[in-house]
């Protein structure tokens, strides 16, 4: 079964640092990926996605992640993180050898301090 | 606007009681899918649906009911069979592709309370 892994349920950064979160995946197929954002009390917001398309792939808000088939890794990173950034960010994968479902990652809490 | 939409925000509700969870989406997407979130966790699948009346279980289903009578609407029963109800419904809705899901859209959430 297909499975994701977030290493860190809790990631913390001064402000203006750079902002790493790490996703592996498990299938052996390249899926489709995905990071999404959630802000308390609110529902998910898709960063950004990779269809098998450019490895790397730039989202909203400054976000990008780089696909490497070779780690079975998608990470997220920011160059320079900010206030406002502070929220869960999850991973999901869309694995067609799994149907029709997407597995999410348990999330990592980014908190961002001043 | 396209989008999708949860009703209501909060919910509260006593013990023993069932109740439903409104979830609607304007996107003309095929699929549709409960998930359960609780504090500190990640998303735990219910309930899906590829096409209009057929469902399946997901993860966690017993003590859930849904129906798809409708593409745009995919309402969720918490029935007094499920044990720990209290906990944050999310909704949400995708095309399916052919060489998997495209991204899901997520309603705003329902946050129930069962006392």
């Known amino acids: 079964a297909q499975s994701v892994t977030q290493l860190g349920s809790h990631v913390s950064v001064s402000e203006g640092a750079l902002v790493l979160l790490r996703c592996n995946y498990s299938?052996?197929?390249?899926?489709?990926l995905f990071w999404y954002v959630q802000y308390p009390n609110q529902g998910l917001q898709l960063l950004l996605k990779?269809?098998?398309?450019?490895?790397l792939v730039k989202g909203i808000n400054g976000f990008e992640a780089e696909f490497k088939k070779s780690e079975t890794s998608f990470h997220l990173t920011k160059p320079s993180a900010h206030m406002s950034d502070a929220a869960e960010y999850f991973c999901?994968?869309?694995?067609?050898?799994?149907?029709?479902?997407?597995?999410f990652g348990p999330g990592t809490r980014l908190s961002v301090l001043p | 606007d396209g989008g999708i939409t949860q009703s209501p925000k909060y919910l509260f509700r006593k013990e023993g009681q069932n109740v439903t969870l409104s979830c609607e989406q304007n996107?003309?997407?095929?699929?549709m899918y409960w998930y359960r979130q609780d504090p500190g966790q990640g998303l735990r699948l219910i309930y899906y649906?590829?096409?209009?009346?057929?469902?399946q279980k997901g993860d966690i289903a017993e003590g859930y009911s849904v129906s798809r009578e409708k593409k745009e609407s995919f309402p969720l029963t918490v029935t007094s069979a499920q044990k720990n109800p209290t906990a944050f419904y999310l909704c949400?809705?995708?095309?399916?592709?052919?060489?998997?899901?495209?991204?899901?859209?997520f309603g705003p959430g329902t946050r129930l309370t069962v006392t």
């Open positions: 949400a809705s995708s095309y399916i592709l052919r060489g998997g899901l495209d991204e899901q859209y």
């Open positions: 299938s052996s197929v390249p899926p489709y």
């Open positions: 990779y269809t098998s398309a450019a490895t």
């Open positions: 999901a994968v869309s694995d067609p050898d799994y149907g029709q479902n997407f597995v």
């Open positions: 996107l003309n997407h095929d699929a």
């Open positions: 649906s590829q096409i209009v009346n057929d469902f």
